[in-house]
């Protein structure tokens, strides 16, 4: 299986989230189906601007039995009930097919683009240091 590729996401000086960092592909195969896999089954209504994998899968040191941290950027809010249900859904269904399950979190626009306005500032300048753009 080809890897696709990836590009990684930084804080820049005046803490705008932007495309700086080199590419990089998804540390293993097994990771990247698992991954793939949940992403085509985000349904087409879903205004996901970016999806990036961090965490331990994304640094290349995860056990066997970690799971994939999947950080989705939407245009509207999205952390609805109905979002979060259908997501975790999604999530399941990838895990009884690969084994590995997805931990999907999503984030607004708003908060990708300004994470100081966030509530989760530090949170959201990991996942753009460490995160993986799929």
Not at 5 to 26: F, G, I, K, W, Y
Not at 35 to 46: C, E, I, Q, S
């Amino acid at each position: 299986m080809a890897g696709f590729l990836v590009r990684t996401h930084q804080c820049s000086e005046n803490d705008r989230m932007s495309p700086e960092a080199p590419t990089r592909q998804v540390p293993d195969a097994r990771t990247e189906r698992a991954v793939r896999a949940f992403l085509d089954r985000l349904p087409g209504d879903l205004q996901v601007e970016r999806a990036l994998l961090y965490g331990s899968r994304a640094r290349g040191d995860a056990g066997r039995e970690s799971d994939a941290d999947v950080a989705l950027v939407l245009t509207d809010q999205g952390d609805d009930w109905q979002t979060l249900w259908m997501l975790g859904g999604l999530a399941f269904d990838v895990f009884l097919e690969t084994g590995i399950l997805i931990q999907p979190v999503t984030i607004s626009s708003g908060d990708w683009t300004d994470p100081e306005r966030s509530p989760r500032p530090g949170f959201l300048r990991n996942v753009a240091r460490e995160g993986i753009l799929l």
